[in-house]
């Protein structure tokens, strides 16, 4: 995928990753069922924000990471038929390794 899109400052777009459609038991849940979901994998980094000395200060997230987020943070946006969603690095919780 490429991503026609360069996030600013500490924002990061990331492509959520969906939950399975069944349970461990073995029931099938409807679209209207699932929650949200809150991981993702990371597909642009923004550069960085700047301090209040004028310095940037590096994103500790990176182009290829999964990440957790929160629940209703950031912004949802469709690009060439993709859903993406544009976070600021303090949305992100944890990152999956």
Same mark, same amino acid.
């Given at each position: 995928? +490429?991503?026609k899109?360069?996030p600013? +400052?500490?924002? =990061?777009?990331v492509? +959520? =990753?969906?939950r399975?459609?069944?349970?461990?038991?073995?029931?099938?849940?409807?679209?209207?069922?699932?929650?949200?979901?809150?991981?993702g994998?990371?597909v642009?980094v923004?550069?960085?924000?700047?301090?209040?000395?004028?310095?940037?200060?590096?994103?500790? *997230?990176?182009k290829?990471?999964i990440v957790?987020?929160?629940?209703?943070?950031?912004?949802? =946006?469709? *690009?060439?038929?993709?859903?993406?969603? =544009?976070?600021?690095?303090?949305?992100?919780?944890?990152?999956?390794g």
């Open positions: 995928m +490429a991503v899109l360069q600013l +400052a500490d924002r =990061i777009v492509k +959520a =990753i969906e399975e459609d069944m349970t461990k038991t073995g029931i099938y849940l409807p679209d209207t069922a699932k929650e949200k979901p809150q991981e994998k990371v642009e923004g550069p960085g924000r700047l301090s209040d000395e004028g310095k940037r200060i590096a994103m500790d *997230i990176k290829g990471d957790i987020y929160s629940k209703y943070g950031g912004t949802e =946006i469709k *690009i060439d038929d993709e859903e993406l969603i =544009i976070l600021r690095e303090s949305d992100i919780l944890a990152v999956k």
